[in-house]
């Protein structure tokens, strides 16, 4: 059965592959980015992001069956959390009443293996609370400091994401509506936002050694499309609030085998 599908990012990268694959397989699909999209709208901006939902729902005729938010930046500046994480967040909730109209409504967002790298508490924090204008105030003076302190506004936006998935889920607005919400966190992807940094040895070298992918490297987009797709489908029902790592391991690496402690009895 053809569904209609919100598809931000759908230019370049995961949200193209992921575009390519709904349209192939006979879906509609909407998409969202600065050019080449049904709905052009920069989600670095509220203004940009009601626009982009306002028009995706007018072109949908008001029901839209999924909503998958690709679009995303690395950059070292706030702009890369006002993309990351409230360009994801305020989209789906100006949508989510036309999601909540269809008869099997799903949302799926990229978050990222980022979300387990060190990050700005304050700057998760700020953004859980909602207040953008502090979030990019801690954004814009973590880059002044340079690259290094600045490149925080990047797993802090994926970390935040991650939160707020578990947290919109389980509520009444998200889960009492029927939407599962999922997030996916890729490893490295093969995608014009890092082909610089994978041009070099050194740069492989220094991916490698903050992502181990023992499973067959880096990935395609289409790897995560797929994922994105099926969590995004009428045969997801249950599956809601997780951040789901496709990777080739990297996570079970990085974590061990153990991710379960926090919940243990101190009695052996």
């Known amino acids: 059965m053809s569904r209609t599908y919100v598809v931000t ?4 990268g995961v949200g193209q592959a992921t575009a390519r694959l709904l349209r192939d397989r006979g879906h509609r699909v909407i998409g969202v980015d600065l050019h080449d999209a049904e709905v052009t709208a920069d989600l670095s901006a509220p203004q940009g992001r009601l626009r982009a939902a306002a028009e995706a729902v007018e072109l949908a005729g008001g029901q839209l069956d999924a909503v998958i938010a690709c679009a995303g930046i690395s950059a070292p500046i706030a702009k890369t959390m006002a993309i ?3 360009g994801v967040v305020e989209l789906l909730t100006a ?3 036309a999601l909540a109209a269809s008869a099997a409504p799903r949302a799926a967002v990229v978050s990222s293996m980022a979300s387990l790298q060190q990050n700005s508490s304050a700057l998760v924090d700020a953004a859980l609370s909602g207040d953008e204008e502090a979030t990019l105030a801690i954004g ?11 490149y925080l506004n990047y797993p802090s936006s994926k970390r935040a994401l991650s939160r707020w998935v578990r947290r919109a889920a389980i509520s009444p607005e998200w889960a009492g509506a029927g939407i599962p919400v999922n997030a996916v966190a ?7 936002m890092t082909k610089d940094l994978l041009s070099t040895p050194e740069g492989v070298a220094m991916v490698d050694g903050a992502v181990p992918m ?18 995004a489908s009428a045969e997801n029902t249950h599956t809601t609030g997780q951040t789901i790592y496709i990777d080739g391991g990297a996570e079970a690496t990085l974590r061990g085998d153990d991710v379960w402690r926090w919940n243990d009895s101190t009695l052996s």
């Not at 990012?9 to 370049?12: L, R, T, V």
């Not at 890729?186 to 014009?192: A, D, E, I, W, Y």
């Not at 067959?216 to 969590?231: C, D, K, R, T, Y």
């Open 9 to 12: 990012g759908s230019a370049s």
């Open 84 to 86: 990351n994480y409230f």
């Open 95 to 97: 949508i989510r009443p």
């Open 140 to 150: 814009d003076a973590l880059a002044q400091e340079g690259a290094q302190q600045g």
């Open 186 to 192: 890729p490893g490295t992807v093969l995608t014009p």
């Open 214 to 231: 023992p499973l067959n490297g880096h990935q395609s987009p289409e790897s995560v499309a797929e994922l994105l797709i099926w969590l």
